[in-house]
T-cell receptor, first 111, second 114 residues
Framework: NAGVTQTPKFQVLKTGQSMTLQCAQD?????MYWYRQDPGMGLRLIYY???????DKGEVPNGYNVSRLNKREFSLRLESAAPSQTSVYFC??????????FGPGTRLTVT | GDSVTQMEGPVTLSEEAFLTINCTYT??????LFWYVQYPGEGLQLLLK?????DKGSNKGFEATYRKETTSFHLEKGSVQVSDSAVYFC?????????????FGQGTILTVHP
């Protein structure tokens, strides 16, 4: 099992460009999550999907959109990137409410 | 809203020293509490958990006890190793509308020297 995979690993964007971060899990989990990690702030939830076909906003959803493509895949889209979106992005999945499994992260820099 | 506060870091220890990382929380209802660990260049992994008051979570020599009276969940290890160098996150999830969502502390960087 690969667990949770994320692509790309690294990305540099210019302000105003768009991109999609991809996430896939092979554990047959119902719930999936997108977090951003910033120095001194821990992880903050951007969006989550409790089950296939549903998505909900987390703590910091502004500037992002998500798509739960199927049970395995959950993508995060930045429509018009801003320097404030420079961060490390983590995708996670879970079956039980508390044990989340994390991907390796995407390091995004917006110049 | 729910929140988690961890002790300021970074923490630097010598091998075989005793480790304590403090964590306190604010939450409505009866949260479940967790410690996650992030090794360099990797995603987070669940280290241990406790789901009700007075529960003790333990794993890989680490322990933490859910103290409702002091709203705390401090992480301890009796003898740290170089391989324990990582970032440690305290987190909670509560019931109700926040069910299934984790709230994280800011993380504590631990460095262990030989």
């Amino acid at each position: 099992n690969a667990g949770v995979t994320q692509t790309p690993k690294f990305q540099v964007l210019k302000t105003g460009q768009s991109m999609t971060l991809q996430c896939a899990q092979d554990m047959n989990h119902n719930s999936m999550y997108w977090y951003r990690q910033d120095p001194g702030m821990g992880l903050r939830l951007i969006y989550y999907s409790a089950s296939e076909g549903t998505t909900d906003k987390g703590e910091v959803p502004n500037g992002y959109n998500v798509s739960r493509l199927n049970k395995r895949e959950f993508s995060l889209r930045l429509e018009s990137a801003a320097p404030s979106q420079t961060s490390v992005y983590f995708c996670a999945s879970s079956e039980q409410v508390y044990e989340q499994y994390f991907g390796p992260g995407t390091r995004l820099t917006v110049t | 809203g729910d929140s988690v506060t961890q002790m300021e870091g970074p923490v630097t220890l010598s091998e075989e020293a005793f480790l304590t990382i403090n964590c306190t929380y604010t939450a409505t209802g009866y949260p479940s509490l967790f410690w996650y660990v992030q090794y360099p260049g990797e995603g987070l992994q669940l280290l241990l958990k406790a789901t009700k008051a007075d529960d003790k979570g333990s794993n890989k020599g680490f322990e933490a006890t859910y103290r409702k009276e002091t709203t705390s969940f401090h992480l301890e290890k009796g003898s740290v190793q170089v391989s324990d160098s990582a970032v440690y996150f305290c987190a909670l999830t509560a019931g109700g509308t926040s069910y299934g969502k984790l709230t994280f502390g800011q993380g504590t960087i631990l460095t262990v020297h030989p």
